[in-house]
């Protein structure tokens, strides 16, 4: 499914290539922020940045869209950022990872998004001694409400390091799925329904696509655990034993989400055989229909055309009251015929039997 | 499913807030006992515990619901509790674990609750030196027979510490899932009768609840599993050797159940086959019939249109005996067509073939 | 299924209840044997026998039937046994496990009956240096060749101690696995061939009792094997290295009884697919009946409608041969379709195509 | 399957009991070689054997039946082997195993044959320092190119020791698995031809017998690679260090085969689907014909039953050119429902939609 | 599957015999480098490159075709290759794999080939202190940009080792598998569609051949995944840290190679259901459609029937206005049934219910 923007087979490692269709960034975002103060620019070179960078405090360096690789360059060179990795940045079909470097880490995420169908955006974080820094594909994140806490004063984001910062990131970024699977929850529940009361062609082709956005989900969770885990075990300084701990709270998290996810995956793979029994149980209904009425009207045909026959010697039709009593025989077998049937079931309304 | 009662992607961790709808404890329970004595009260406020406390000997605190959350801050506060630990108290979708503090240790269960469907409230412990809080999402709950034994003179649970009160509290509410899983076990029978005996539209949405069911009980209980067996591994001296011994036991347990959660699986994983092959077996029913009709009036009814040609030249109806004929053969033909559809088998009564 | 007769939820541990219709042993049987001797008795009080053990030699004492706790409670205290593992004895719902207290061993495993259905019956076994006891549920066991060997004067079993005799206990009981397989597995071969040639819907039902017993099976042979394997492994002074060399026998006896459990099941659960595709072949037959009488009948019974009408001018019904001509159509209609048909291969008589 | 031929449960352990309708072995086939020399003689007495062991060289004793328990005894005490090992010897349903004893290595691997159908044959090696014993079910075997090896001067297997031997005969007996796997392969070909072009009962019943075959394959080639890895990891001086080299190249080729085995698991796993599918395809063929020939008869019938009236005012009849216009009527309505189901694709000839 | 060219089971180790149908090589291909210069030449015979690699640098000796077993001798004594290293490159059906020697490491890995279906060719890697020795089957593969890369001055190929272009090698055959897998994915999209919209036998045949490629790349990828790792971490000194940092990133794509191929894999089980319940939606339509048609023209034709009969005292058909209330009758009835059929929802045009 994603394997579009892959490099051509053979080319030299560390080269950069800004993936197709990607977007050029206006601008760098910068926050640089300590205890006690807090500046926010959006710079547009990174000269710019190196001299903002001088001062003391953490900066949060966010870049929204990979098309410059000049910028991602500059960057790179600026925050001794290792070739191999700026090369992962623009590959935007990463699993979730961490890779340690000398000295910083690298961390690939990736961030829902549910407009119309299910979509997942790579998010790059760099997290080094005093700067974090992020390179998303499109603009627009879920990282507002952790950029109003560093604004407001006194909150522990402001007090703590760049590496709790990276956590708060991460954390944020891992609880916006929660919401994207309770929108699932709501269409699994629904597709049930759909199954059981009103199946259709569509109906099919829906489970499919609930199947194709779990397989997906599921794709990059799995490995996100994975990741999580690794920080929490890892043994770089650059992570406090205190937000060690709080990235315990982070994987627990992951690990919900895997089990909703896997919950959902249960539930969906039923849907097949539900929507099939549901068929099934049609064609039932529609057979029986066309069993009662070919029993009730094949012998009944059979009888008329007794009495269409041009016999010479036919009593029956001689008889002054014949008719009436071929009308009697009719209504006779036809009230037969539907007792018998009622006691079969095979009348009952509704869905039953 | 249960994803609904999330805090927002982006706050601030430690933060608490009551769920959605939690229900606002009328009182804290408190059982302060010891060999000799035992105290049971229902408090207002915290300071009232604080003043108990003091006395040796352990205390059992309960609170039942979750919508106070100045409560729990001051609960907190007074036990030494961590801000993570409580704000997962607050937090009801919880899978079990075990968290290790300092100086307590932070267990979270989920009792069962079986009235018209399966629900699982969330229980919250903190074990420490002499005390273990309970924090419950209702009122109600399985631990009467504890408090019970409690005020009883001379019992185990009077002689030993805070851990032993916890293992008999964890035992308690792991022993409730065998009458559930007894329940289920009955309607997972009943539903095979009815996928073989009488399917209808309905049997397949109670498989499907049932799945559900045994798939949320199966997520609660792998990770209680873990947490068990992490109890009984835990290097922590807040849990004596005695009562890892009484833990195993308690391990044995939920391994047993998890055998009979995933045996009922796998049961109920095989009634919609069942029900496919009942649906089948009808299907083929009802075009028997079908069959057996049309294949006995259409050669009857061909015959009664021959008879009822025009043909000038049409020997058989100036015969004298020609209408008594043909009912002759009519007979013998259908005799002879039901004693065929007899050896097929197609005519055998009940459910066979 | 089992989870009938567990204790109260919240009742202390270590109270000794009997299982719910539990048989009262009529009298401890007891073997004690060495080298050059062999006494046996029946005895009925406990005291007889604390007089008996007195001698050397190992004493192997054997209760048939659970219901006298006070029984127990006296043994129990005779041989040293905890309470936590006398508890387990009359819980007779456990998975085979051995759990190792102080100066004895707890072995639990299940015992195969097999008549009309798969029966489990519980059966402990504690090891201590000079005795075995062995606990059953119900009177029969399949331990009467080691009761004939211990009689026999120069067998291995007279000359080793008592770690042998536990381990020719449990291979006894192990290897009574194999003739049950043996039936299951004839059992399956049956339903193979009544899926494929004669499907009914009670086969389905037999397949679903075939599946329940081989996961009843799979459920107590996984935890033996654990537990064999754990025999083995034990670093016990009361299992002798020699034993240690006959367990490993024994363990790869658990190994192939797993290994066909395994294959069984596979086979079994392939069935639901081989009647599915039986019924549906079955529904293509009929299907073809009914397609065949009505494409024949359906034409001709046109015809003769064309010839009953009564239009004025309808030359061919003034014809002289006309009638004749009428059959002769209808015969080589007929006669076209059935070479039509044939060529389908929708008249293959048996079960072809 | 294959639990027919266990011994009585609770019998001595180190009982020999000819396995059920075994061979008689004719002679005992011993070839004894060193580089320079090679001697092959059959051989009826294992007095004559002893005499001739006493020799330089390896020896090669091969014996084609087990029915003759008395000369395996006297081989038992000639080459020091352990009684459990006999044991497992003439129990012919072992699965592949290692075991190691003091100064010899029992070896158990499994000899495939196909001929109607796919059998398995134990083959028992005894490897010691300067021995090899191989016990076979059944004259035959896959060996002869090992012996012709063996005859010929100056090959490796010449020069080197016993364990080399070993080694070239587990080596040609998983080698001949592989003729076997492209049998069961173009086995597995045919059946998915049969599936999608003609399906019939017969298949069904050729797919179950398929995945018996592979999963009793299978059940012998996992223990099988388990083996082949313990002789390479096994510490026992009896295997050179260079012959190691040649036995990671066997476990190559288990991997291999195991890895087929799987393959054509899920290509015959699959067929099930693909019969049903194909089923379901011809019953939709079926019922097309069906309604369309009901489709275009059933409104014609109609309307020769109309004009069969006996309405005395019924104007068409007495038209002059009524019939004519009767027979046009049935022509275009005909042709009308001919051209509506070919453009709903029901009369596309071969297979398609 | 491609179990074809093994060689007889019992033969010797260590011969060479060329596979079935083996392209002889028309020469050997060389390109020998160092960081200022670089030389390539078609040499045809082994001396010429003995003379030749007396310089400094690194040679790459690549053969393509396995036919001339002579060539490969020579390069063997040359390179000093193992004769078991040897006959694995002539057994072409290889798993991809690691073997460290003594002074060379031997690496097996599987290139792609896509054109009418998948086909996987074998690639052997020998990698030296200062040679790489590839042989693949076939003339043509994706290995050309290395070569221009080469070709090139001032590159990183140039100025590194051995071990790098190994590296190179791996990584370009590996990232040969991404064009592949996205034909793979596109293919796998059309078969939803077609399974859905418009399924047919062919549908089912094609689906086969999906999942038989998908299983085919994933046994060589599982196997090239496990290989890559053990270059990582093997701990010979032909493998510079700096080469091991970027296998590190080979083996992220292997895994995310696999990942799809899982993917895929899932997504086409999915499709035999997405096609029964097309074939069973279908079914149902047909079914109606042959209902409705039945439930209208059964009834008709009986009330022509009863029109038709020859009753001297049938009053109706006396009736001046007979025939016409005949038809009115008739077109009541029609619009009746068409009416009830519509809410039932029976004749909603397309696909619908």
């Known amino acids: 499914m994603c394997a579009k923007h892959h490099k051509m087979p053979g080319t030299a490692p560390g080269t950069l290539v800004a993936p ?16 006690d103060s807090v500046a926010e620019a959006d710079i547009a070179s990174v000269e710019e940045l190196a001299r903002l960078r001088n001062g003391k405090g953490v900066v949060w360096v966010n870049v929204d869209g990979l098309g410059d690789v000049e910028l991602l360059g500059k960057l790179g060179q600026l925050f001794d950022l290792h070739p191999l990795a700026l090369e992962d940045v623009v590959s935007v079909h990463q699993r979730p990872k961490v890779d340690e470097y000398e000295d910083n880490l690298y961390l690939v995420v990736r961030m829902l998004h549910y407009e119309a169908e299910l979509r997942t955006e790579q998010v790059s974080l760099f997290l080094g001694k005093d700067f974090v820094l992020t390179f998303q594909e499109d603009v627009g994140d879920c990282l507002d409400p952790i950029r109003e806490r560093l604004r407001k004063e006194g909150g522990q984001l402001r007090r703590r390091g ?56 599921r794709r990059s969770i799995w490995p996100l655990r994975e990741a999580v885990n690794a920080l929490l075990r890892t043994e770089s300084p650059l992570i406090s034993k205190n937000t060690r701990l709080y990235l315990r709270d982070c994987y627990d998290h992951t690990v919900r989400i895997l089990d909703m996810v896997e919950t959902h995956r249960e539930l969906v793979g039923d849907l097949t055989d539900m929507y099939l029994s549901s068929m099934s149980n049609r064609m039932n209904q529609v057979m029986k229909v066309l069993t009662v009425i070919a029993t009730i009207f094949m012998p009944l045909t059979f009888l008329a055309g007794v009495y269409g ?33 009622r006691r079969k079931g095979w009348l009952g309304g509704g869905r039953g039997q």
């Open 162 to 217: 760049a590496d709790y910062l990276m956590y708060a990131i991460v954390d944020a970024i891992i609880d916006h799925h929660f919401p994207v699977l309770e929108r699932l929850g709501e269409q699994v529940e629904e597709l049930e329904d759909e199954a059981l009361e009103r199946p259709s062609q569509r109906t099919m082709a829906r489970v499919h696509q609930a199947k194709r956005e779990l397989l997906s989900l």
């Open 20 to 35: 197709k269709g990607a977007l050029t960034p206006k601008a760098v975002h910068v926050i640089h922020y300590g205890q």
């Open 309 to 341: 026959m041009n016999f010479r010697h036919l009593p029956e039709v001689e008889w002054r009251w014949g008719y009436l009593a071929f009308w009697l025989a009719i209504v006779i077998v036809t009230l037969l015929m539907l007792w018998l049937f």
